[in-house]
């Protein structure tokens, strides 16, 4: 290979690198987002809504309890109506209490109904958010999962560069690795092609003299005008 397209190969090395670090750090922030502060709010409304449950399933065992006690005392009730033998004004104050007992049932049944349905609707969030938040924390770990893979890679391949243009470097003749450094320094890729008779880093038309030089004798030429080392635009094609 020729010391030309070594450097044109450099150039190629150190512009993937680039890339790399700035994907490679595109992949950090994106890990960094990855906090899982969705999956902490679901919870805490997962045990809110057990919380909420447990103080609701209370309020209906009392419900419950006292309907039994009610049905109970009913049943005394009537049972002393029919037995007989009591006074009627006796038999008025049971008749009341009769009555006062069925209404409180009847406001206690009612309460039972919604406290059913408010179980259910609390039930129901709970087994929802659950499937929600197992499919969100699946989802999270695959997608990092995917980062940590690709983090590897690019890192894989990152060093695989490095050692990629240590080669180069060692390999390059020391005048024109210095003129390469130089232009870096100058923030300009240091080669260029030569498209035709123009450098395709500054678009100016080169000499004939340059022409010839570069393309007849593969002569080590620079542009005229930005300074950029030229190559051969056939030359790259055929790598
Ligand atoms: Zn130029």
């Known amino acids: 290979m020729s010391h030309l397209n070594e450097l044109w190969q450099l150039q190629n090395t150190e512009i993937e690198m680039v890339k790399l670090r700035k994907e490679w750090n595109q992949i950090k922030e994106l890990s960094n987002r990855e906090t899982g502060e969705d999956l902490v709010e679901i ?5 809110e809504a057990r919380n909420e449950w447990v103080q609701n399933k209370a309020e209906y065992d009392e419900i419950v309890a006292e309907v039994t006690e009610i049905a109970r ?3 005394q009730f009537n049972s002393q ?4 033998g009591a006074q009627s004004k006796e038999l008025v104050s049971i008749q009341q209490n009769i009555e006062q007992l069925l209404r409180r049932k009847d406001i206690l049944e009612e309460k039972q109904l919604s406290s059913i349905q408010l179980l259910d609707d609390l039930e129901q969030k709970i087994a929802n958010e659950t499937v929600r938040s197992q499919r969100l924390d699946e989802q999270r ?3 990092l999962s995917r980062l940590t893979q690709r983090n ?3 890192k894989e391949r990152y060093n695989a560069l490095k050692d990629q243009r240590e080669e180069l470097r060692q390999s390059i003749p020391d005048s024109m690795m210095a003129i390469y ?6 923030k300009k890729r240091p080669m260029a092609l030569l498209v035709g008779e123009n450098c395709s880093g500054c678009g100016i038309a080169q000499t004939v003299l340059n022409v010839n030089a570069l393309k007849k004798s593969g002569q080590y030429t620079r542009c005229i005008n930005c300074g950029r080392i030229l190559i051969a635009s056939d030359e790259v094609e055929q790598e």
């Not at 109506?81 to 007989?84: A, P, Q, R, S, T």
């Open 152 to 154: 590897d890679e690019v």
């Open 81 to 84: 109506l029919y037995e007989g």
């Open 73 to 75: 005392k009913l049943e």
């Open 181 to 186: 450094n130089d232009l870096v320094m100058q």
């Open 43 to 47: 919870q805490a409304a997962i045990s």
């Open 141 to 143: 770990k695959s997608r």
